[in-house]
């Protein structure tokens, strides 16, 4: 399995931007999908946005579509996620994903390998 590192989470006010990275030990798996889920506390693991690997396509929940973007640098083996108009409901552990397939996917049980999250907190 791939090694994920999740970095960029903190503390932010609401309506702040905040930009998450991700960066990948095999440049292999820039070439397959990889997604964002988070969890907030007392709450299952969501989707939040995914990438396909090569025509990198892209799929977003409807809670975050038109505030947050996926992206990857694949010279850079590093995955991103930038956040934009942060609202409390945005609170939650942050983790990045990766399947050995390149189809997008927005099921968890789909993707081989985790990062440890990185934590993200939105509030006044």
């Known amino acids: 399995q791939v090694q994920l590192v999740e970095s960029g989470g903190g503390l932010v006010l609401p309506g702040a931007s905040l930009s998450l990275s991700c960066a990948a030990s095999e440049r292999t798996f820039m070439r397959y999908a990889m997604g964002w889920f988070r969890q907030a506390p007392g709450k299952e693991r969501e989707f939040v946005a995914a990438i396909s690997g090569v025509t990198e396509l892209t799929s977003y929940a409807e809670s975050v579509k038109g505030r947050f973007t996926i992206s990857r640098d694949k010279a850079k083996n590093t995955l991103y996620l930038q956040m934009n108009s942060l609202t409390p409901d945005d609170t939650a552990v942050y983790y990045c994903?990766?399947?050995?397939?390149?189809?997008?996917?927005?099921?968890?049980?789909?993707?081989?390998?985790w990062g440890r999250g990185t934590r993200v907190t939105v509030s006044s």
């Open positions: 994903a990766a399947r050995s397939h390149p189809a997008i996917s927005t099921m968890s049980g789909s993707y081989d390998s």
